[in-house]
C-alpha cells in the first residue's frame, strides 16, 4: 500500500446503528477537536417506514445513554415505552411479571424504529462535530485492505481512497470485513432455528406490556409499538418456519393466536414477514494491532432477551471512555493498553449476556419434561424472591455509567 493521502485520528468501518453511536460518542465525549472518518460499503439510506418499518428493543441503560449524547430527544416521540414485561409458558402454570414501578422507573426499555434511531444519531452528531473537528463521511465506499504499521493504521478503500489513523474501529456487523481481514477467528453455535419476524396488530391495546410466551412451537416475543402495534419474533423450527411463511396472513393470525393464546385478544392486522436463521457468533479476540471490534463484529446473539444492541452500546460506552481518558493524557489512541483495557472490560460483560442468552433459548426451546416442570417453578418462584428478580432486571435494564 502506498502513503496515505487523508489521516484521521479514528477510522470507523461501518456506518449503521452501532458506528454512528460510536461517533456521535466521540464527539460528545471528546475533550479535544477529533477527525473521525466514517466508511461504508453500503449506501446511506432512509428507509420508507410506515406499518412494516423495523424495531429494536432499547434496554433503559441505551435509552438513558442516547439522551447524555442528545440524540434521544427526537427520538423518544417515536419510541414505545415497556413499562411491564409478561413472561409464561403456554399450557403450563409457570408466569413471571416484571414491572417498571417496582424500580421506580418509567419504563423498563423502549421498542423504537430502526430507521429513526439512525436518523437521530446522524442528526445529533452534526450538531455536536465542534468547529475544529472533522466528521468525512465514505458511504458506498468500504474498505478493501488493511495495512497495520508500528504508529498508524493504512486503509484503502474500495474505490481506491487511501486513509490512515491511529486507530480503527471495526463496527461493520457480522460480516465484518476487518475482522476478516485481520484473521481474527470465531466461535459459532447454530441454533437450528429459525426467527419469523412481523408487525401485527391486535384487538386489544398493549398498554405498554412486553410478552415472553414460551410456547409448544417455539418462544414467542411480542414487543409494544407506537400505534398499538406490536413487534413479532416466533422462533420456530427450520420445516416450523418455512411452513408458516407459506400461509395466508388470515391462516397465520389463526396459528399464531393458538400459540400465543388471548393475551391481547385477536390478531387484526399482519404485516409484511420476514426470516432469518439464529446463530451464536462471537469473535475469539476482540482487539488488533491498532483495531477493536464492537458490536455485531465481536458478538450476534440470539434474539431472546432482546440484548443484541443493548450490548453494543455498552461496547460503545466502554470505548469512548477509553478515548476520552487517552486524549486527556496526551497518549496515542491505538496504543496497546488502551485496547488492552476495553478487551479486559468488555469481554466479562460479553460473556455473561451470551451466557444468559445462551441459557435461556436451552431452557425454553425445551421439551424434556423435567426440564419443563423445572422452569415453570422457577417462573413461579421469581415473582417472589425480589432479590434475584432484581438481578435478572438490572441486566435486562443495562445500565451504563457516564
Known amino acids: 500500500m502506498t502513503n ?17 453511536a ?11 477537536p477529533l477527525r473521525i472518518a466514517i466508511v461504508d460499503s453500503a449506501d446511506k439510506q432512509q428507509a420508507s417506514g410506515g406499518f412494516d418499518e423495523r424495531v429494536i428493543a432499547l434496554s433503559y441503560g441505551s435509552a438513558e445513554y442516547l439522551q447524555q449524547l442528545g440524540a434521544w430527544t427526537n427520538l423518544k416521540n417515536d419510541a414505545c415505552a415497556i413499562k411491564n414485561i409478561h413472561v409464561s409458558d403456554r399450557s403450563y402454570y409457570g408466569k413471571a411479571r416484571i414491572d417498571s414501578q417496582d424500580y421506580q422507573l418509567d419504563a423498563l426499555g423502549y421498542v423504537a424504529p430502526l430507521q429513526s434511531i439512525a436518523s437521530s444519531l446522524y442528526a445529533q452528531l452534526q450538531v455536536s462535530v465542534s ?36 486507530l480503527l474501529l471495526a463496527c461493520d456487523g ?15 453455535k447454530d441454533y437450528g432455528q429459525v426467527a419469523i419476524v412481523a408487525n401485527v396488530k391486535t384487538a386489544l391495546p398493549h398498554q405498554h406490556k412486553a410478552f415472553e410466551r414460551f410456547s409448544e412451537t417455539g418462544p414467542i416475543a411480542m414487543l409494544p409499538m407506537t400505534d398499538n402495534r406490536c413487534s413479532l419474533v416466533w422462533t420456530l423450527s427450520p420445516q416450523q418456519a418455512q411452513d408458516h411463511m407459506a400461509l395466508t396472513d388470515e391462516e397465520f393470525a389463526d396459528t399464531l393466536q393458538a400459540a400465543f393464546g388471548d393475551w391481547l385478544g385477536p390478531f387484526t392486522k399482519i404485516g409484511k414477514r420476514q426470516s432469518f436463521g439464529l446463530k451464536l457468533v462471537h469473535a475469539k479476540q476482540i482487539t488488533q494491532h491498532r483495531m477493536a471490534l464492537l458490536g455485531n463484529a465481536c458478538h450476534t446473539l440470539h434474539p431472546i432477551a432482546g440484548q443484541g444492541f443493548n450490548l453494543s452500546i455498552r461496547d460503545v460506552a ?12 496526551g497518549e496515542d489512541l491505538g496504543e496497546f493498553a488502551l485496547l488492552n483495557a476495553y478487551q479486559q472490560q468488555r469481554m466479562s460483560d460479553q460473556k455473561a449476556i451470551i451466557q444468559l442468552t445462551d441459557a435461556l433459548v436451552h431452557c425454553f426451546s425445551n421439551h424434556y419434561l423435567p426440564l419443563v416442570i423445572g422452569r415453570n417453578i422457577g417462573l413461579k418462584a421469581l415473582n417472589y424472591m425480589a432479590g434475584i428478580k ?3 432486571a438490572n441486566t435486562t435494564m443495562g445500565h451504563i455509567g457516564s
Open 4 to 20: 496515505t493521502k487523508t489521516h484521521y485520528d479514528i477510522i470507523i468501518s461501518g456506518g449503521g446503528l452501532t458506528g454512528a
Open 22 to 32: 460510536m461517533a456521535l460518542s466521540l464527539f460528545s465525549k471528546s475533550c479535544k
Open 131 to 166: 468547529k475544529d473537528s472533522v466528521i468525512d463521511e465514505y458511504f458506498a465506499n468500504g474498505i478493501e485492505s488493511i495495512d497495520w504499521q508500528r504508529n498508524q493504521v493504512n486503509v484503502e478503500l474500495q474505490q481506491g481512497l487511501q486513509l490512515s489513523a491511529e
Open 174 to 188: 457480522g460480516h465484518s470485513k476487518c475482522r476478516q481481514l485481520a484473521k481474527i477467528d470465531t466461535q459459532s
Open 318 to 329: 466502554c470505548m469512548s471512555s477509553l478515548v476520552s481518558q487517552a486524549l486527556k493524557n
Open 390 to 392: 432484581a438481578s435478572l
